[in-house]
């Protein structure tokens, strides 16, 4: 029991902030993030005590993540707001979030330079982007810009707005996923 209790305390400690913010840039209130992230965490404690191990404890987190804020907005009914569940659940369906591509830069020199590899592919990748694409993408993930503020200083519709991210994310994602596979081929290679 205390080697669960050690691994879930160890992802919090490496993922606990970054999951935070992921949740937090989704769901305005901050008490309701709390309980997502709570949420995740308590699910992680469950999936510890199944025999087969968890391979990527990051990666599962936020996916778990996503799917508890989705399950928030369906619950809630919620609409027009910056991450409606639909565009959110379309966004999902692609694979997962870039976010998840980066490697926790508390988890050791091999993981800080696969982050750093993965920062400046994504420079690269960003830099290939059609503008409008590209500052919809750094604005919304980067600056933490709403999708109702950009409209508006824009003059564009929040759906327009959310079609440039998402084949912004897309380009990203495609050209990331070769390099992401790599990387866990090169851990699990060295595990064996």
Do not use: C
């Not at 919090?12 to 989704?26: K, M, V």
């Amino acid at each position: 029991m205390a080697e669960h209790d050690r691994r879930v305390a160890d992802a919090y400690a490496r993922e606990g902030a970054r999951l935070r913010g992921f949740i937090r840039r989704r769901v305005a209130a901050a008490d309701d993030a709390d309980d997502i992230l709570q949420d995740v965490f308590s699910e992680l404690v469950e999936a510890t005590r199944l025999p087969a191990p968890i391979e990527h404890v990051g990666a599962w987190l936020f996916q778990v993540a996503r799917h508890r804020i989705a399950d928030w907005f369906r619950r809630r009914g919620v609409r027009g707001t910056d991450a409606a569940p639909q565009a959110f659940e379309d966004a999902d369906a692609d694979g997962p979030a870039l976010e998840d591509l980066l490697p926790s830069p508390d988890a050791g020199p091999e993981a800080a330079y696969m982050r750093r590899v993965f920062l400046e592919e994504l420079d690269d990748a960003l830099a290939e982007l059609p503008a409008a694409q590209r500052e919809v993408f750094l604005a919304h993930e980067l600056d933490g810009r709403s999708f109702k503020d950009l409209a508006a200083e824009r003059g564009l519709s929040v759906n327009t707005l959310l079609s440039q991210k998402h084949y912004a994310v897309r380009h990203l994602r495609q050209r990331l996923q070769a390099l992401r596979a790599e990387f866990i081929d090169t851990d699990t290679s060295k595990g064996s």
